[in-house]
């Protein structure tokens, strides 16, 4: 078992700077897949940002140029840099990682005004 938490959401003006963070509750260091996905209501989550076991990276082309995913071994913990936020950011940001099993945090709003 693995429980995830994330944090680092908030309100930014657009064009401003967030960093999430998505912390375990055990070592990621055999985690196959880590992502970052969000949620807008009545929409279905979309996967932003992901890192395999190998370090290999993907973005969304809706992020890419602004968003940035990384972990620390050390701490546990997978990030989520966002920069330039646009107001269609605005979503549930949840982390996601799989080993033998999905799992999933609670998740964290982020909000960019206008």
């Known amino acids: 078992q693995v429980q995830l938490e994330e944090s680092g959401g908030g309100l930014v003006q657009a064009g401003g700077s967030l960093r999430l963070s998505c912390a375990a509750s055990?070592?990621?260091?055999?985690?196959?897949?880590m992502g970052w996905y969000r949620q807008t209501p009545g929409n279905q989550r979309e996967l932003v940002a992901s890192?395999?076991?190998?370090?290999?990276?993907t973005v969304a082309d809706s992020v890419k140029g602004r968003f940035a995913i990384s972990r620390d071994y050390a701490k546990n913990t997978m990030y989520l840099q966002m920069n330039n936020l646009k107001p269609e950011d605005t979503a549930t940001y949840y982390c996601?990682?799989?080993?033998?099993?999905?799992?999933w945090g609670k998740g964290t709003l982020v909000t960019v005004s206008s």
């Open positions: 996601s990682m799989s080993g033998t099993m999905d799992y």
């Open positions: 055990r070592s990621i260091f055999s985690i196959n897949f």
């Open positions: 890192i395999s076991l190998n370090g290999l990276t």
